[in-house]
């Protein structure tokens, strides 16, 4: 059974920097895309960020290119996000999620969440 845990959420004050990561089991995690995705409150959920299982190819939606840098560690299942010069904007729940491709649509296991709240 594929599990996904987030950890690393919390309340960081706004041009703060916040480390989100996400520890995968159940799969050979080597060879499979990661990704981060968010749900603001009112909000649907939507891309962040994504990583091919190589490590070599990342994907980052527009409004976190340029802050955000995800990488993964096979060695250890685990996936990170480094959130830098955080906006209020920035403040919702983060989900990690796994699939064959880096694409959104081909992500089938995902994580219960972890809550980043940006104070301004």
């Known amino acids: 059974q594929v599990q996904l845990v987030e950890s690393g959420g919390g309340l960081v004050q706004a041009g703060g920097s916040l480390r989100v990561s996400c520890t995968a089991s159940?799969?050979?995690?080597?060879?499979?895309?990661m990704g981060w995705f968010r749900q603001a409150p009112g909000k649907e959920r939507e891309f962040v960020a994504a990583i091919k299982w190589s490590g070599g190819t990342r994907y980052y939606a527009d409004s976190v290119k340029g802050r955000f840098t995800i990488s993964r560690d096979n060695a250890k299942n685990t996936v990170y996000l480094q959130m830098n010069s955080l906006k209020s904007e920035d403040t919702a729940i983060y989900y990690c999620?796994?699939?064959?491709?880096?694409?959104?649509?081909?992500?089938?296991?995902w994580g219960k969440g972890t809550l980043v709240t940006v104070s301004s």
């Open positions: 999620a796994t699939g064959q491709t880096a694409a959104p649509r081909d992500m089938d296991y």
């Open positions: 159940g799969r050979t995690f080597s060879s499979y895309a």
